[in-house]
């Protein structure tokens, strides 16, 4: 590519891969790559495959290390912004990991990092399905779920900077069986427990054979298709998840009244928009006052590019201010 400004490294840092993307105006995609992230490796392998990937991508975008002015890393866990360190990532198996320090260490140039919901919900802010609003809730589906926060233009990390863990709701206090949480009922983990759970009900059930005799987490695509098909057990299964999630998100909107909540990851882009107007059937229902369900509820429209975008653009913010931290955080 022919020289160009502001350049920026958008990093969506996951358990089992990575996306890695250098960023034209933080806005359009020069080169992306993917790698394995290997954490089982640990941390310091991960970071030196990270350094290693960085350069290739630099070198797929004819630019170089010193062309890139700073580093957004969107990674999986609790995270204390303000100092780059991941507090607990459980699918990493990092706690209280200097990851901004560690990268600096290796490539010389400018790291942030943040959650990565808050950075996908970021990208969708700026770039994508949120744009034009003032307000915005991030809920992300995946094998957990995340969320992130924006108000008045700003993510919310709050002041113990872990605001937004939008999965670790407590939406069934007297469950039995330690299914709590928001997480346990609408992330793909939990919708694969509840088949094993409740498959005993449904004998008939293609999608409760195909989860026991591979025996592992039932994917995105392979529920999708038993939802689409009619299967009665991924019905019920989708079915409580969307109204599960659709609560949650009427908690949210009427604790916060934000205007637009986003619902991405890779459990929403499979089951689509017909799974979203579950979601919105269930938050009609809940949402207090009734004149906030003019929130809009949408899909996203970044899709797997989300939380690299909001990344990048969390580090123009960090060159343009010349700081560690983000002015726009």
Do not use: Y
């Not at 495959?49 to 630099?58: S, T």
């Not at 793909?188 to 026991?212: C, Y």
């Not at 025996?215 to 109204?243: M, P, Q």
């Amino acid at each position: 590519m022919a020289a160009a400004q502001n350049l920026t490294i958008g990093i969506d840092l996951g358990g089992t891969n990575a996306q890695i993307g250098v960023v034209e105006g933080a806005r359009s995609l020069a080169a992306r790559i993917g790698i394995k992230t290997k954490a089982g490796e640990g941390c310091e392998a991960v970071l030196d495959r990270l350094a290693e990937g960085i350069a290739k991508v630099c070198e797929q975008a004819s630019a170089r290390l010193d062309d890139i002015v700073a580093v957004g890393i969107a990674a999986p866990g609790a995270i204390d912004m303000p100092n780059g360190v991941v507090l607990e990532a459980p699918n990493l198996g990092w706690h209280n990991v200097p990851l901004r320090d560690f990268l600096v260490q290796r490539i010389g140039r400018p790291v942030v990092v943040d959650n990565d919901v808050n950075a996908a919900a970021w990208g969708e802010f700026r770039l994508g399905a949120a744009q034009g609003e003032a307000d915005c809730l991030g809920v992300w589906l995946g094998t957990g779920v995340g969320g992130g926060i924006i108000l008045n233009g700003r993510l919310h990390h709050g002041s113990l900077f872990t605001a937004g863990e939008f999965g670790q709701q407590v939406i069934l206090p007297e469950e039995s069986h330690g299914r709590r949480f928001i997480e346990d009922h609408c992330s793909r983990t939990g919708m694969s427990r509840l088949i094993r759970a409740w498959s005993v009900e449904f004998p008939d059930s293609k999608i409760a054979s195909h989860n026991q005799s591979r025996g592992f987490i039932t994917s995105n695509e392979s529920l999708a298709s038993a939802w689409n098909a009619g299967d009665a057990l991924a019905t019920k299964i989708v079915e409580h998840a969307a109204r599960l999630l659709g609560v949650g998100i009427a908690n949210a909107v009427t604790l916060l009244a934000v205007g637009c909540v986003v619902i991405g990851g890779g459990v929403t882009e499979s089951l689509g928009q017909s799974f979203v107007n579950l979601v919105r059937q269930s938050f009609d229902a809940e949402v207090f006052p009734q004149a906030n369900r003019r929130c809009r509820i949408v899909m996203t429209t970044l899709a797997e590019d989300a939380g690299l975008l909001g990344a990048a653009m969390l580090a123009d913010n960090v060159a343009q201010s010349d700081s560690s931290i983000p002015e726009s955080i």
